[in-house]
């Protein structure tokens, strides 16, 4: 049954919706399964069914015209993972993937565990310290730089150029066309400061100039898979440490729960995921006339598959602003679903694991002294997180 498209006005990249965005998620769900957003010139998919389809139907919903939401930077990723579609993506993602297999993330994990106790135990015994920043930076910072393998000269852009890099995936709005010349930095870095004999033998950045000379890939697609590990392993897995240690200030039964029981670790990741997650929004374009609901989104049209509200979606959980570890949340989207499932995801993971082992041994309460909320256009997370522990 063909039904009468909805229409919307609300701008979900101003800041007021970007500081809060829960709300308008909430009005966009209830207009309709896919909304025509006037402000974009786009359709908005903010169901979790509907998003989940589209992030697992390739063949309809396409990365091969890219995921951003503006022309000019779809065109410049055309090609790469996040631009791309199998077989094509299949090939990238093959070498991309191997130094992230669980054999592999086993081998690290010493490394992850030894740096969250180092940085826990250093800031905790201070009067407060910076989560978002000192914090949460540290742990993904000093992994990349390690196992990437990157020369020193640079590292100490790589977040603001990450960030960047995610600002320049929204719409062509004042917040994006200000982070194209920052993004350009990391490109640049990418393609004129790396070369085999500076990167650490055995290295991650190593392998991928190795597959280039076996053949599996091209000399400029090694270059675009550093990218690939460099600018999302930082921001988003920042952010997921950021908001979970913010949610268990704000939650301190949640807190209490997680540190008699660290089992509960995993689904409490998920639960944080699931709740803030830190990417919110990409893009899809859409290869033939498909229906959703009975509204038609039209062959070339865009549409947004907004991570963030599926992952709220009263359809599918109950309760769903309730934070509770106990939720059964693994089927959150928080880090994509599908052909683009992100493949740093159980990096993170350990991340995020470490740190919350880390601090639940030593913190019983944090008091939240101070927040800054960043804005991006395709990312949620805090910029500063002043917080007091107050030790077990």
């Not at 929204?170 to 982070?179: F, K, Q, V």
């Not at 100039?209 to 460099?230: C, K, N, Q």
């Not at 950021?242 to 540190?259: E, M, V």
Request: net charge negative.
């Amino acid at each position: 049954m063909t039904r009468t498209q909805p229409e919307s006005d609300i701008d979900l990249f101003c800041d007021d919706v970007l500081r809060d965005p829960y709300p308008a998620y909430r009005e966009v769900r209830n207009l309709g399964a896919a909304v025509w957003m006037r402000p974009t010139g786009m359709y908005a998919l903010s169901r979790f069914d509907d998003v989940r389809e589209a992030l697992r139907n390739w063949e309809v919903y396409s990365s091969a015209h890219g995921a951003a939401m503006n022309p000019e930077i779809n065109a410049a990723i055309a090609g790469n993972t996040l631009g791309s579609d199998p077989p094509r993506h299949q090939q990238l993602r093959n070498v991309l993937v191997r130094p992230l297999m669980p054999a592999a993330m086993r081998e690290v994990n010493a490394l992850i565990e030894s740096e969250a106790e180092k940085i826990v135990s250093a800031l905790v015994e201070g009067p407060s310290f910076d989560a978002a920043g000192t914090l949460a930076q540290h742990l993904p910072l000093t992994v990349v730089s390690h196992l990437v393998g990157l020369p020193e000269d640079g590292r100490e852009r790589m977040i603001e150029w990450g960030n960047a890099a995610f600002n320049t995936l929204g719409p062509s709005n004042e917040r994006g066309l200000a982070a194209r010349q920052v993004a350009m930095g990391l490109i640049e870095y990418a393609f004129t400061k790396i070369r085999p004999d500076v990167l650490k033998p055995g290295s991650w950045a190593a392998r991928a100039f190795e597959a280039a000379d076996r053949g599996e890939i091209t000399l400029h697609d090694a270059r675009g898979l550093i990218l690939d590990y460099v600018a999302p392993s930082l921001d988003t897995t920042i952010f997921a440490i950021s908001n979970a240690i913010w949610l268990f200030a704000t939650h301190p039964d949640q807190w209490d729960l997680l540190r008699q029981d660290l089992s509960m670790m995993p689904g409490a990741i998920n639960e944080v995921l699931r709740l803030e997650s830190p990417v919110q929004i990409f893009s899809r374009y859409v290869m033939r006339d498909v229906q959703v609901d009975g509204v038609t989104l039209p062959q070339g049209s865009r549409a947004m598959v907004m991570y963030g509200s599926a992952n709220r979606d009263e359809r599918k959980w109950s309760e769903p602003e309730r934070f509770d570890i106990r939720r059964k949340a693994a089927e959150q989207l928080a880090f994509g679903h599908g052909e683009h499932l992100c493949v740093g995801l159980p990096l993170a993971r350990l991340e995020m694991r470490a740190i919350l082992e880390a601090l639940a041994r030593r913190v019983k309460r944090f008091e939240i002294l101070r927040v800054e909320r960043g804005l991006n256009n395709t990312l949620r997370g805090i910029k500063h997180l002043e917080v007091a522990a107050h030790l077990a």
